[in-house]
Structures are given as C-alpha cells and as structure tokens.
C-alpha cells in the first residue's frame, strides 16, 4: 500500500533553534517528493521538490534531502524563526497512476 | 503569481442543507482537485477534473459532487450537508504544460461547520 509516514506529529522548538523532521513512504514508482508549509488557516504552499536523483536541496533556511534507497525524506530547518510555526506536509507522486500521497503533516511550533 | 480562491473562508450551514464551496484560479490551470483536511487525518482528496467538463473521484466523494463548466471554476457540492462533513475544504489546481513535476496551488481554504 502507498504510504506517506511523518515524524514527529508535533514538535516544538526555541526561536533560533535547528530541527528536523522526517518523511518515510513506500510509494512504488517514485515520481518526486514534495515539502509544503501550511501556516494556520491558510493553504500549503510548495517549500521544494525533490526528484529521485536529487539528494539535498535548499530553500532559504530550509533543506531537504532524499534518499531514494531508503525511501526517506528530511526537511532541516536551520536558526528557526517564530514564522516557521506551521504545519510541514510531505507529499510524494508516483504510484500507478501518478497519484499524490500526503503524510499527515507535522506541527512546528517556535517559541520566543 | 498563480491565485487560487476560494469564495468563502468560513461558512456555517444546517444538516439537510445543499452547500456549495466555488473554487476560480486564474492561471489557465487544466488539472484542479477539492480536498478535505481533517486533524489526524491529514489531506484527503474527494474529486479531481483533469479539464472542463471532466471529472474524476478521489479518496472519499461520498455524499459530495462537483461541477467544472469553465475552466477557471470547480465547484464542490454538499447534497445534502451532515454533521461528518464539518472540515476544513482546500482546492488546489495544476498545469499540465511541460514539467509533469509541477506544483499544485493551494486556495486559501474553506472553513465548513454543520450544525
């Protein structure tokens, strides 16, 4: 079955802090991996796609990695900002039809 | 900058009543999608239109259908609204033109509460 498992589901963390959340699937074929932020009462909104031959890239303060072998995903986020409370959703496309699979997101929280 | 909207951010309505949630985005998007986001549960979709007039069902289109009769507009329906779909309602749509990568664009969301 095609799975998308985030961890933790809640993290909360001090302003100016690293962290790291994580993003396993088991999705066969493997198109590409999506991290969105979705601040609260909004929309996601794409942070960074990651294709099976990519294994790092970066957004800012935000960067993701991939390992295809291990079909595993990271979002670091690096000296956290009180904005980057939100929630973080991985998404991974593949499948037969290309479908996208969403995790069920983790809930950051940065504290002052 | 895709706009993706939607015509009410919350909306409050009684068991029994028909709903309907609009969706417009403005970027000549042929793929578009309604999802319902539950806490726990994450994003769920019910009904995706590859194009006008084109539909197709999700994850969980019970007790829902949708209507695309431009191309700029997806429309979800509630038949019949109930307790159960009291959620948060995001649409979201996507060109087809060069990347299959490319992105879904995300509305800003319909907070439903049925009473």
């Known amino acids: ?112 | 900058d895709v706009k993706v909207t939607q015509s009410s951010r919350y909306l409050v309505k009684r068991t029994g009543e028909k709903v309907f949630l609009e969706c417009v985005q403005d970027m000549d998007h042929e793929n578009m999608f309604w999802y319902r986001q539950d806490p726990g549960l994450g994003l769920r979709l019910i009904y995706f239109s590859y194009d006008v007039k084109m539909k197709e069902k999700g994850d969980i289109p019970e007790g829902y259908s949708v209507s695309r009769e431009k191309k700029e507009r997806f429309s979800l329906i509630l038949e019949s609204a109930s307790t159960n779909q009291t959620s948060m309602y995001l649409c979201a749509s996507r060109s087809l033109a060069g990347s299959s990568y490319n992105e879904q664009f995300f509305g800003p969301g319909t907070r439903l509460t049925v009473l």
């Open chain 1, 1 to 112: 079955k095609n799975q998308v498992e985030q961890s933790p589901q809640s993290l909360i963390i001090l302003e100016g802090k690293n962290c790291t959340l994580q993003c396993n699937y088991t999705v066969s074929p493997f198109s590409n991996l999506r991290w969105y932020k979705q601040d609260t009462g909004r929309g996601p909104v794409s942070l960074t796609i990651m294709t099976f031959s990519e294994n790092t890239k970066s957004n800012g303060r935000y960067t993701a990695t991939l390992d295809a072998d291990t079909k595993q995903s990271s979002l670091h986020i690096t000296a956290s900002q009180l904005s980057d409370s939100a929630s973080y959703i991985c998404v991974v496309t593949g499948g037969s039809q290309g479908n996208l699979i969403f995790g069920k997101g983790t809930k950051l929280s940065v504290k002052p």
